[in-house]
């Protein structure tokens, strides 16, 4: 199957500082990734849908100069949290479609980001 | 706007028994995708199963099977022989084929543990 990689599986920052979290498709080609955030004993939240070599669309609600993503490549999206507080603690998943319109979304195995 | 409900935020089932899922769902739409994804304590999203709309049998894969209901927009998950690797977060989630960019519509999730 599909494999969806995501770097790191967790990071401890201090606040004001930033972090860049990596998902890459591993052997596929994903236009499109999503990215969530996900509180514990909770749903996944979206925060906004990738799309290579465009703009992300960002969820309402999400600001977009706070979580800055970038999909430069049809193998790589990246989530940048710029000066992390400890409210944006919480765990990140993304996730990638294979080019093409495949129903299937495949997810990487998601980041831990605490923010001390 | 669509949206996905999971009314049993916890379940139980005892090992080798069988327990039933719920899950609705609401859109406007004809076409369109639904899942049950399974979350471990591990936190990697895994895909249990997997119904197209316009498939009127329902969707089976080894011990799990759902109970598609269209018009009453009702898509149950069913899991037979439960095993002590069962426990875990179950998310129902709706996807559209045409619009919204293939993004996922989570329900708030069921908790099931399996007693031995």
């Known amino acids: 199957g599909a494999v969806v990689s995501q770097h790191p599986s967790w990071v401890i920052c201090k606040s004001g500082t930033s972090v860049k979290i990596e998902c890459r498709s591993l052997d596929f080609q994903a236009t499109t990734m999503f990215w969530y955030r996900q509180f514990p004993k909770q749903s996944l939240m979206l925060m906004a849908t990738?799309?290579?070599?465009?703009?992300?669309?960002?969820e309402q609600g999400v600001e977009k100069d706070k979580f800055l993503i970038n999909h430069a490549s049809l193998t790589l999206s990246t989530l940048t949290v710029t000066s992390a507080h400890p409210e944006d603690s919480s765990f990140y998943i993304c996730?990638?479609?294979?080019?093409?319109?495949?129903?299937?979304?495949?997810f990487g195995q998601g980041t831990r980001l605490t923010v001390v | 706007a669509q949206t996905v409900t999971q009314s049993q935020p916890e379940m139980s089932v005892q090992e080798a028994e069988t327990v039933t899922l719920s899950c609705t769902y609401d859109t406007s739409e004809s076409d369109y995708y639904l899942f049950w994804y399974k979350q471990p304590p591990s936190r990697q999203m895994i895909l249990v199963i997997r119904?197209?709309?316009?498939?009127?049998q329902n969707a089976t894969e080894n011990r799990f099977s759902v109970n598609f209901q269209k018009a009453a927009k009702s898509f149950s998950l069913k899991i037979s022989d439960s095993q002590l690797g069962d426990a875990a977060m179950y998310f129902c989630a709706y996807r559209d084929i045409y619009n919204q960019g293939g993004k996922l519509i989570f329900g708030q999730g069921t908790e099931l543990s399996v007693k031995p």
């Open positions: 119904q197209e709309a316009y498939k009127q």
């Open positions: 996730s990638a479609l294979i080019s093409g319109g495949n129903t299937e979304a495949f």
């Open positions: 990738s799309n290579e070599g465009s703009k992300a669309t960002y």
